[in-house]
Every structure is written in structure tokens, then in C-alpha cells.
């Protein structure tokens, strides 16, 4: 989660670029929309270190919604495609709460879980823990998700993906703000700040009946929407520079790499389905096979090659 783009590292760094321009002559923007831009930042105050990929106007947006939700404990529903930062966006609410409350990570730690990947015979268990015989193979006592998230953040990413009955075991907790763990007669209280995220608009899966309507009215209260990559194409030669930075670091490759216009001018007609996980592992991809000190279109992967886009028109695999 940038110089010319709003991975913000510092709210200092963000009104320096302003005041230098950089932003407007980089991203051939008009006046307007970054003096508006400007004049809002000032206005909400984003924290230093906030960080997160966008365009100053998407960010700003964002901004507004998280702090929204800052003051008010209700749940909180990302929704953006796969690949547009929704477990990153859940990790910076999560510190920003720690932040606000003064509290250790002991006391406030990060529960996240894939709803998709919770067999639906479990789920209930896993959600909201059990007793010991609550059931045939319960020889322990099983904290939940709901518990062991304690005072700090509960991320369950890919919402859509909970079966209907599931669903209506979740709304309960939210109306009511406490559970009860299976084979136990003790209520205990939801304390965590809850995070929700799906690929899919709440409002197309209601209208599919693979949502409850109450249920989703709940999560609609607050609703952050992540664009993608490919409508935020003006931030894309600043991201993949910052995000090389990063994996370089990251993998401690200790080659410096360079990307040249071309590779740059070849990402612009990408369409990015996969976001800014696909540029990240593009990017990797290149690190590995590139054997000069700048990736060019050779290093990238096949699918970026003309040669392999014309076999796949013409139906040629081999």
C-alpha cells in the first residue's frame, strides 16, 4: 500500500508532491481534480505510514470510508476484484485500530480466515469455537476465530463463499454482538472489529440467492470499493518501479534492476486481470530471468511476448 502515487508512506511526503507538481505532470491530470484532492487530504488528515496503492482521488475515498468506520463499531465490507489489496487494506484497519486504542499485538492480534476454504460441516465450529463432546470428534475444547481475534481485527476474506445457513448463524452474532461456542450455555461477546471482503457486489450474489438480503444489509453499512489496476493505469509505471524496489528487498536479490520504456509501455496495454498481485509476481518473474542490469519485454513472462499472443489467437500451443 508513493511519490507520485498514494502508496502513502507519509502524509508529509504526499503534500511535498502536491506542492511540487510531480503529481499533476506525471499523471496528466487537470488542475482541478488534484487541487480538489489537495484541499480534502488537508481536510481528513491521513496518518503517516498509511499505506496502500491508488490514484490520490481512489485514495482519498478510501480514506473517507475507514474513517467512518474509525469511529462507529460496526462491520466493514471491502469489495474489489481479486488481487486489488483487500487482505492489505484489512492489515492497515487493523494497525490503525491498534494505533487509536494503544494496544500490543498480544492484546489486539489479526485473526484472518478464507471463507472458502471453511468446510461447511466445520464451519460453525471453527468460527465459534466448541466444547469438549460438543460433538462426536470434540476431544478438546476449540477456540474460534470469533475468540481468538480477542480485541483486535477479524478478517473473513471471500464472504460470498459462506453457505446460506452459515450466513444466518453470522447475522445472528452481528445483531446481537456475542456467540455462544458449541456445547457451551456461556454468551461471550464479540469484542473484535469485524472485516468482511468479496470479489463479487454483495448486490449481484442477493439477487442470485447465494446471499441472505438481511444479512447483507448488515454488511452494506460501510462499504469500501478497491479499483483495479486497469482503471488506475496512470500509477502503473510508478507502482512497478516502487513494487521492484520492494521485491528486490524482499528476496534479498542483490542485483539492481531497471525497467525499460518498453517494458513500461507494454504493461500500459496490459489489462491486468489479476491486479497488482499479477504486476508482483510480472515482476518476479523478471528478476529470475533477467540477465542484464534493465528487464526488458525478452524477461517478462510468455503471455507478454507477441509471438505467444499470436499462438494463442490462432490456436497454436506448440
Not at 480534502?40 to 496503492?53: D, T, V
Not at 488481487?83 to 492489515?91: A, C, D, F, M, Q
Not at 481485527?153 to 471471500?158: A, I, N, P, V
Not at 446481537?176 to 449481484?204: H, Y
Request: contains cysteine.
Amino acid at each position: 500500500m508513493e511519490s507520485r502515487i498514494s502508496s502513502l508512506e507519509s502524509q508529509t511526503e504526499f503534500k511535498t508532491e502536491f506542492k511540487k507538481g510531480s503529481l499533476r505532470s506525471s499523471h496528466k491530470a487537470t488542475q482541478e481534480v488534484f487541487k480538489e484532492a489537495s484541499q480534502r487530504i488537508k481536510a481528513l488528515e491521513i496518518p503517516p505510514g498509511f499505506s496502500f496503492w491508488a490514484t490520490p482521488k481512489n485514495l482519498l475515498a478510501i480514506w473517507k470510508q475507514i474513517e467512518i468506520a474509525s469511529r462507529h463499531e460496526v462491520p466493514i465490507l471491502i469489495v474489489g476484484e481479486s488481487g486489488t489489496g483487500k487482505e492489505l487494506l484489512s492489515r492497515e484497519l487493523w494497525k490503525l485500530r491498534r494505533e487509536n486504542r494503544g494496544m500490543s499485538l498480544a492484546e489486539a492480534p489479526l485473526v484472518a480466515i478464507n471463507s472458502a476454504a471453511i468446510p461447511t460441516d466445520i464451519a460453525e465450529s471453527l468460527l465459534f469455537g466448541h466444547e469438549r463432546g460438543a460433538f462426536t470428534s470434540a476431544r478438546d475444547r476449540q477456540f474460534g476465530r470469533f475468540e481468538l481475534a480477542r480485541k483486535g481485527t477479524l478478517f473473513l476474506d471471500e464472504i460470498q463463499c459462506l453457505d446460506l445457513g452459515t450466513q444466518a448463524k453470522m447475522l445472528r452474532v452481528l445483531e446481537s454482538k456475542s456467540f455462544e461456542p458449541l456445547g457451551s450455555r456461556e454468551t461471550k461477546n464479540v469484542e473484535c472489529q469485524l472485516v468482511f471482503a468479496s470479489n463479487i457486489p454483495l448486490e449481484i450474489l442477493v439477487e442470485q440467492n447465494r446471499m441472505r438480503r438481511d444479512l447483507y444489509y448488515r454488511l452494506s453499512m460501510i462499504q469500501i470499493f478497491l479499483p483495479t489496476l486497469r482503471d488506475q493505469r496512470e500509477i502503473i509505471d510508478e507502482v512497478a518501479k516502487k513494487m521492484l524496489k520492494k521485491i528486490q528487498s524482499h528476496y534479498r536479490i542483490r542485483k539492481t534492476f531497471g525497467l525499460k520504456d518498453s517494458v513500461l509501455a507494454r504493461f500500459q496495454k496490459h489489462d491486468w486481470p489479476g491486479n497488482f498481485r499479477e504486476l508482483e509476481h510480472v515482476l518476479l518473474y523478471a528478476t529470475l530471468h533477467c540477465e542484464s542490469e534493465s528487464i526488458s519485454i525478452e524477461d517478462l513472462p510468455p503471455i507478454f511476448q507477441s509471438d505467444w499472443q499470436r499462438r494463442i489467437s490462432n490456436g497454436q500451443w506448440s
